[in-house]
């Protein structure tokens, strides 16, 4: 099967979040099966070049009411069944610090940049030959694709090809002003509330949730939760409408990266037939904080974005309660200015128990997943997340609120792998930490949900083969 991936950001070349990864994991596993996959991606001005970027000899020119614009496709070969290729184009993506924006916020001619990603992906495949079975298209940055296809390649053999499209977080939809349809070209008889229209804006997310044959998104409970009015951000209706079209299906991890046995950040590696190392995972994390490694205090760890979604608030709420216990409390993340400010003052009233690191480190949140013995993820709602998995991983049981993809990854109970609370609320929280102390208590049992989790598989491969069922059963139809 031949599968086109369109996605604004792919690791390693560019990343902001999970969307990355995944365009970068999936298309790897996928070929890995035996498909032959492209990705196509806009060369960023700071696209880091992990590969060498070859010419296709190809280069596009596409004409929009705004004018015409175009630039070189470029490629790297990453095996023999797998290839990204990069749009160039000076214009909207050269020159520029960030993939969507800047410090003053986002970058104005956005619907223009991603405009440009989604008619050019789909010439660039023409342009090469490359007539795919599947396109496999990731939030909204690419939710015209479906609209292009209908309406300016029917005809051609790209025709052929089901849409497949992502929802990586609902609450990003890419909303433009109305004139946006003007100026695009967008035809006026897809302005409408079946069509694109969206509170008399543009809705890029909603052009993929209609046009497109299947609908998936990143965990089956997430699925569930965006047919809510809660989590619908005004989508729900049409995602009930279309609820015989999506699917949940959970993201996968880097076996190879997110492994104990073989990871070259920790100072002793360790696995679950012997957990020695794990001890000494804690001892380094402690002494790299500054935090007092005597006693047999339990360490609380989290590695987050520091965002409203998190729960970090709560976190925040919570934790002068919890830390009235014998217990460590480390954070390594950043994101908004005032839950940064907050960890720091937690850290200045609890000097021997807090340790904070604002900032992303790679080597230290390996160092945090491996040391803890807990992990915090209080998130408001989480569409998958990945950090639940590094901790199963690496032994450390995750203490998680049941949303999204945490509840179809953690099991709770007292045969479980997890510790899981349900209200958003500080008694919630408080009461589970709680909890986790009591099974710290017994380390019998603690070493039951270690080793549990330990043993679940989160491969991508896992992954792709649930996406190659669904690629399938579309091609068949």
Partial sequence: MKILFIASEVTPFSKTGGLGDVAGALPTALAGLGHDVKIVTPRYQD??????????????????????????????????RLEVLFLENEAFYGGRKGLYGDA???????????????VGALQAAQRLRFFPDIIHLHDWQTGLVPVALRRGFQGTPLARAKC????????????????TMEDLGLPWDLFTPEGVEFYDHVNFLKAGLVYSEALTTVSPTYAREIQTPE???????????????LTGIINGIDAHEWNPQTDAFLPARYGPDDMTGKAMCKRALLERFGLSTGGNAPVFGIVSRLAWQKGVDLLLETLPAALQADLKFVAVGNGDPTLEEGLKALRERYPKQVGV??????????LVEAGSDFFLMPSRYEPCGLNQMYSLRYGTVPIVRATGGLVDTVEGGLDGNGILFESFHRAALLAAIRRALSLYADPTRLGDFQVRGMGKDFSWTASARKYDALFHTLVEE
Avoid: M, W
Wanted: net charge positive.
């Fill in 47 to 80: 696209v880091r070049n992990t590969g060498h970027l070859l010419p296709t000899g190809q280069s596009l020119v596409l004409r929009f009411p705004f004018g015409e614009t175009g630039g070189p496709i470029l490629s790297a070969r990453l095996s023999e």
């Fill in 104 to 118: 003053g916020g986002e970058f104005p001619d956005n619907p223009r940049r991603f405009a440009y990603l989604c």
């Fill in 164 to 179: 497949v499209f992502t929802i990586h977080n609902l609450a990003y939809q890419g909303q433009f002003p109305k004139r």
């Fill in 231 to 245: 989590q619908g951000y005004g989508l729900d209706g049409l995602l009930r409408r279309r609820s015989h079209a």
């Fill in 357 to 366: 690191h604002v900032g992303f480190d790679p080597e230290l949140s390996h």
